[in-house]
């Protein structure tokens, strides 16, 4: 139960702090729907998410009406197309994400993840066909997303795989032209990815989850900044540790709240609750922004020296709050920095106080990894391919999860603007490190899993 302290404080939340419930992700296990004929196969999918999703969005809006808390998001994840169709070649796997992007529509979701694979250790055929199939996929779909993982701590990386998606982001990029390369917005290379993500584009229902299940994504980088800001008003002399234990507590309120529209929804729609992912997640708005955080903090802006250690605070401190006010956080919970997102994050991009490399280094401690960024159009795939290595290899070594979410934005260089749109945003080319990586990519193989791996 919430005291009445609490309730005016997430009142105060909600109209002046941009407190919002990011996503309600509805996961739905597509195993049961596989069948031989591709068409068979197509129609039961169809059937089952429009079955099972139909009331999604209404229960979503009259959730929102009664706890005035914005769902500004509402979304479905189903499991790894490449395991329940793994006998469709790559234009029938195409035909399947033009399914589950009509299933959507249908349903009036905002986005559909899972249309992906997970390689880290070799790839099937079927992997190989949904990895073929991709350009032509997001390039003639809207609402779908997907996510292939190429590595995890206890197998290593697969450098195949990773040769192969610095070919297919080129090949996607190319395909969707016209729009600064959008369907690589869609698309990201995850390691160590987790089951139950309700975020895009890495959102899938991992194979030992239930039939059907909601999470929630809450996001609150306004409510966390204003806290910050008042409180350093209020006292210049504060410390470092008594901000990380404000970041705590608010992180603790914002999951109450998430937790409390997540499992009223569960509950009305008779499907099981899962988790909430609690990720200061940004949008292009003024006021949702991660990175006046840092500002907040101390920092100039975004990327000065010192963010790395304001940044690993702020998430333990978010992850610290989140277990303390829920037993069912999951996902990423943690800090987003996707450049094309963030107004701050972008500006600190375009006046060149955060590089890429500053970005990779924060990656580190984050809870995604390079996200949103956007690439000069003539980046070979190789140079693609050993940025994505990079930031697979901070996310097993560290045993975290990590991504990277890359946009060669076609006939653009550094400094030009890409725009992508809605959530997504708009950014700055970001320009790349000359020195070539091809020969590294092109041995192949794998990477073997660290000592970190041995762990039983």
């Excluded at 919002?20 to 195993?31: A, Y």
């Excluded at 990386?157 to 982001?169: Q, S, Y």
């Excluded at 140079?383 to 697979?392: K, L, P, R, V």
């Excluded at 560290?398 to 934005?409: D, F, H, M, Q």
């Amino acid at each position: 139960m919430f005291s009445d302290r609490e309730v005016l404080s997430t009142l105060a939340m909600v109209r002046g702090e941009n407190l919002d419930l990011r996503t309600v992700t509805l996961g739905v296990s597509l195993f049961d729907c596989c069948a031989s004929d591709p068409e068979r196969f197509q129609e039961n999918i169809f059937r089952k998410i429009t079955r099972l999703a139909a009331q999604l969005v209404p229960v979503c809006n009259e959730a929102e009406e009664k706890y005035g808390v914005p769902i500004v998001n509402k979304r479905l994840s189903v499991s790894p197309i490449a395991a329940v169709g793994a006998a469709f070649d790559p234009a029938q796997m195409v035909k399947i994400a033009q399914t589950l992007d009509a299933a959507a529509r249908e349903v009036g979701v905002d986005f559909v993840g899972g249309f992906g694979a997970l390689v880290e250790k070799g790839c099937t055929p079927g992997d190989r066909h949904l990895i073929e199939a991709l350009p032509e996929a997001l390039a003639t779909t809207e609402r779908l997303c997907a996510s292939i993982n190429v590595a995890t701590t206890r197998a290593g990386i697969n450098m195949d795989a990773v040769a192969l998606m610095g070919e297919t982001i080129k090949a996607t990029a190319r395909r969707t032209a016209d729009r600064d390369g959008l369907g690589c917005a869609k698309l990201v290379v995850f390691a160590n990815i987790p089951q139950d993500v309700p975020f895009m584009a890495g959102a899938y229902l991992g194979i030992g989850e239930p039939d059907a299940v909601i999470n929630v994504g809450v996001s609150g980088p306004g409510v966390v900044n204003e806290a910050i800001r008042r409180a350093r008003s209020a006292n210049s002399a504060i410390r470092l540790d008594e901000l990380a234990e404000l970041v705590k507590r608010t992180a603790c309120r914002v999951t109450r709240v998430g937790e409390l529209i997540g499992r009223e929804v569960a509950a009305r729609m008779n499907i099981r609750f899962g988790i909430v992912d609690l990720s200061l997640a940004p949008t292009p708005r003024v006021g949702d922004s991660v990175g006046e955080i840092f500002r907040s903090l101390g920092l100039s802006r975004i990327g000065a020296p010192g963010s790395t250690a304001a940044l690993a605070m702020l998430n333990d401190a978010v992850k610290r709050g989140g277990a303390f006010a829920s037993c069912n956080v999951g996902g990423l919970s943690g800090a987003f920095i996707p450049v094309s997102e963030d107004l701050e994050i972008s500006a600190a991009a375009e006046d060149g106080t955060l590089s890429l490399e500053k970005l990779e280094a924060m990656t580190s401690v984050c809870s995604v990894g390079l996200d949103m960024i956007a690439l000069p159009g003539d980046t070979d795939a190789a140079t693609i391919s050993g940025i994505i290595a990079d930031e697979m290899a901070i996310g097993v070594i560290n045993k975290k999860s990590t991504a990277a979410r890359l946009i060669p934005v076609p006939g653009k260089k550094a400094g030009d603007r890409a725009s992508f749109g809605g959530l997504l945003g708009s950014a700055i080319i970001m320009p790349v490190k000359s020195g070539s990586c091809t020969d590294f990519i092109r041995q192949g193989g794998l990477i073997p899993a660290p000592l970190q791996s041995l762990i039983n």
